[in-house]
């Protein structure tokens, strides 16, 4: 947008049989990549590729070179299967640049997620045997543990503020534990489900349109990502720190000249005491007790008074 610095990461991920696996660089081990809670209360995924990208070819260019390395199978209903779950991360951070002078003191951060889910199987009608079928039950389980999630958030309405909200499995499988930033409902979030009409198929076609139906019931509360720039901050204490010293030394230096103002302070009040003595013994309306609003006494009592105050001012 207009007025604003945008950058764009990119990164092509799958699950398969419960593991990770970076379709950008196949080469790297699952066990090198790791699932993690962000400061900021999203995922982060430690030890994936990320790309920068600059144009939507770039993006999609990225997006066919991981379909390459994808799990895809035959089975007696699907030539070309889908083998595993896969998500496909458009990380987003902007911040103001109309001012290139004075460093941006936030950024605004998003992710755009899409994600491809294998279609459940039914092994009596995939035939599936040995790897196919063992494939098969990690998407199953996968699937099945979306779905407990899904019918978890939707029976608990408000459950954030309420004292003693139900438990939500989100680390039950690595694909729940990505949709838990958008499940929990800070995001904007559209499914699609696909179903068959086939009566084979009526089961599934079910369960899917439960889980549809469950997933409506979700409230979200979709909310701008402001985080603070740590450059910008810096740059801010430094000023705020040089500002502080300032007035330090300021203070400094009026310390130093109060005893000086104590002394002048002390030969005015003096002055005055000789003239409201000498108001009082002359008998005038205007004694020196008026003029220093004191309680009616000896001049000296007066006096006295009058040298207090002006040393507090």
């Known amino acids: 947008p207009e007025g604003r610095t945008c950058r764009f990461r990119v990164s092509y991920l799958e699950i398969y049989n419960e593991q990770i696996r970076d379709l950008l660089r196949p080469e790297t081990p699952s066990s090198k990549i790791q699932v993690l809670d962000d400061k900021e209360g999203g995922i982060i995924v430690k030890g994936l590729q990320e790309a920068v990208v600059e144009s939507p070819l770039e993006a999609l260019a990225l997006v066919a070179q991981g379909e390459e390395q994808r799990h895809v199978g035959a089975t007696e209903l699907n030539e070309v299967s889908s083998r595993s779950h896969t998500i496909f991360r458009l990380s987003i951070e902007s911040h103001a640049s109309e ?12 992710i755009l997620s899409l994600i491809d889910l294998a279609g459940s199987e039914n092994a009596k009608l995939t035939n599936a045997k040995g790897g196919r079928q063992r494939e ?5 389980k996968s699937l099945l ?10 029976e608990a309405t408000g459950w954030r503020n309420i004292s003693g909200s139900p438990h939500i499995p989100f680390r039950d499988s690595k694909l729940t534990r990505f949709l838990q930033p958008a ?46 720039d740590e450059g910008a901050l810096l740059v801010k204490y430094q000023e705020e720190i040089v500002a502080l010293r300032a ?27 000789e003239s409201g003595a000498s108001l009082t013994r002359a008998g005038t309306a205007s004694t020196w007790e008026d003029a220093a609003g004191s309680v009616s006494g000896s001049p ?5 008074r009058v040298v207090s105050i002006i040393e507090k001012v």
């Open 247 to 273: 007035q330090l030394a300021r203070a400094s230096a009026l310390s130093a000249t109060s005893p000086r103002l104590r002394s002048l302070h002390r030969a005015a009040s003096l002055s005055r005491m």
């Open 183 to 228: 499940l929990e409902g800070n995001a904007l979030v559209a499914i699609v489900c696909s179903i068959s009409s086939a009566v084979s198929c009526l089961d599934e076609t079910h369960h899917t349109l439960k889980f549809a139906s469950r997933a409506k019931k979700i409230q979200v509360q979709a909310a701008v990502n402001e985080i603070p």
């Open 136 to 140: 098969g039950q990690f998407i199953n």
């Open 99 to 110: 001012d290139k002078a004075v460093p941006p003191t936030s950024k605004r951060t998003s």
């Open 145 to 154: 543990a979306l779905g407990h999630v899904i019918q978890k958030l939707s």
């Open 300 to 304: 000296q009592v007066s006096v006295h």
